[in-house]
């Protein structure tokens, strides 16, 4: 297996403009989580999937941050509309049994 | 309620020693799973090791090994031998069984092995 995909792995756009990334967990893994890593905040847990379904989303900064889970193999985090304060690395990582795995990151940097 | 804490934000030693990264958890949980992750410069997170609450049994792999204590509600992580290829940021995380295995981090002890 390849990992855990993301892309885009860099992305620069413009404040008040849609950003979408996209993460290919690792196939047979039931859990997806998305990450946000800054330098003030550390990792923090935005919101996870169990089997497809949103679990828990509290971590989810504000209405302008929405995740879809359309099939077990594929996911996306959406910002609409972008801020500068949203810079940060995102993580997409998923889960089996026995380990969690993570993606290389998504880096976003809003202009 | 869920929570990890590495105290040590930093830590520098010179290679060839033995280091130890420590872990303090909280939870209410009976069943919960313990986790190290390696986050070199580079910026990938690695994953190191992961636990369950019943097995107290200390880990060893290679250089690295783990102390897991739940008397002491500690999972504390030692490179022995220390490279400079180890230098990186060190992630403890807990996920509780009942919430989900939701994974919650610590902050990350930034280690440096010095040359």
């Known amino acids: 297996d390849a990992g855990v995909i993301q892309s885009p792995r860099h992305e620069v756009t413009e404040m008040g403009q849609e950003v979408t990334l996209r993460c290919k967990p690792i196939?047979?893994?039931?859990?997806l989580f998305w990450y946000r890593q800054t330098m003030m905040r550390g990792l923090e847990l935005l919101i996870y999937?169990?089997?497809?379904?949103?679990?828990?989303d509290s971590g989810m900064p504000e209405d302008r941050f929405s995740a879809k889970m359309p099939n077990a193999s594929f996911s996306t985090l959406k910002i609409q509309p972008s801020e500068p304060r949203d810079s940060a690395v995102y993580f997409c990582?998923?889960?089996?049994?026995?380990?969690?795995?993570f993606g290389q990151g998504t880096r976003l940097t809003v202009v | 309620a869920q929570k990890v804490t590495q105290a040590q934000t930093e830590i520098s030693v010179v290679e060839k020693e033995d280091v130890t990264l420590d872990c303090v958890y909280e939870?209410?949980?009976?069943?919960?799973?313990l986790f190290w992750y390696k986050q070199p410069p580079s910026g990938e997170l690695v994953f190191l090791i992961r636990?369950?609450?019943?097995?107290?049994q200390n880990e060893i792999s290679g250089r690295y090994s783990w102390n897991f204590q739940k008397s002491t509600s500690s999972f504390n992580f030692t490179i022995t031998a220390s490279q400079v290829v180890d230098s990186a940021v060190y992630f403890c995380?807990?996920?509780?069984?009942?919430?989900?295995?939701?994974?919650?981090f610590g902050k990350g002890t930034r280690l440096h092995i010095l040359p």
């Open positions: 990582a998923s889960g089996g049994d026995t380990e969690a795995f």
């Open positions: 196939s047979g893994h039931n859990s």
């Open positions: 999937f169990n089997n497809n379904v949103p679990i828990d």
């Open positions: 939870t209410r949980d009976t069943t919960y799973y």
């Open positions: 636990r369950n609450s019943f097995d107290e």
């Open positions: 995380a807990l996920s509780e069984a009942r919430r989900d295995d939701k994974i919650i």
